[in-house]
């Protein structure tokens, strides 16, 4: 399995302040995906990376933007965090084709926003 | 845009029995790839099962399997000699296949599994 780590794995806030999570991967995959989990939601996607500076926006990007400086870590920024945003965050990367195709996730990082 | 559908927010079933979870989704994709993803209360996202769309057969993984309808476009797990351990969310996603497109999830269905 791909090594994926997500940091901090829990964080309270302030509203109003600038939030930075990570997410790092040691395998040098390609795809990487920040979703967001809600009860009554399931996980939605936030942004996703196809490569080194190439992002794109998903189902639910408003307040967030991401950076992907290396192959092997792609960040999430909330730039002035809001209680809407308390959730629990998870990154993932894709790899495999065909049989062995999947998606594997970090472990998540509940955030708080008071 | 593609759409998963759980109809069924929360289950529960004794152990030993056997349970089936509903999923459906919308697409007008002919090559796509299906999953069910387990989250017990740990939070930690485990994939169960995957369906490649062009597969006639069922996909089975030990007391996991699936019943995979395209037409239907429906695609339910059925869990045989339910454990404890099943106790968890259970997701369904659908990904279309190529271009790395991203993975579509349904809200969820949350399983107990009662002794």
């Known amino acids: 399995d791909a090594g994926i780590t997500q940091s901090p794995r829990h964080k309270v806030t302030e509203t109003g302040t600038p939030v930075t999570l990570r997410c790092h991967q040691t395998?040098?995959?390609?795809?990487m995906y920040w979703y967001r989990q809600d009860p009554g939601h399931g996980l939605r996607l936030i942004h996703y990376?196809?490569?080194?500076?190439?992002?794109d926006k998903g189902e639910v990007s408003d307040g967030y933007s991401v950076s992907r400086s290396k192959t092997e870590d792609f960040l999430l920024t909330l730039e002035s965090a809001t209680s809407s945003q308390t959730s629990v965050y998870f990154c993932?990367?894709?790899?495999?084709?065909?049989?062995?195709?999947?998606?594997?996730f970090g472990s998540g990082t509940r955030l708080t926003v008071v | 845009a593609q759409t998963v559908t759980q109809s069924q927010p929360e289950m529960s079933v004794q152990e030993a029995e056997t349970v089936t979870l509903s999923c459906t989704y919308d697409t007008s994709e002919n090559n796509y790839y299906l999953f069910w993803y387990k989250q017990p209360p740990s939070r930690q996202m485990i994939l169960v099962i995957r369906?490649?769309?062009?597969?006639?057969q069922n996909a089975t993984e030990n007391r996991f399997s699936v019943n995979f309808q395209k037409a239907a476009k429906s695609f339910s797990l059925k869990i045989s000699d339910s454990q404890l351990g099943d106790t968890a969310m259970y997701f369904c996603?659908?990904?279309?296949?190529?271009?790395?497109?991203?993975?579509?999830f349904g809200k969820g269905t949350r399983l107990s599994v009662i002794a």
């Open positions: 369906q490649e769309a062009y597969k006639q």
């Open positions: 395998e040098n995959h390609r795809y």
């Open positions: 993932a990367i894709s790899a495999g084709t065909g049989t062995n195709y999947g998606y594997t």
């Open positions: 996603a659908f990904m279309k296949r190529g271009g790395n497109t991203p993975l579509v």
């Open positions: 990376s196809y490569g080194v500076k190439d992002t």
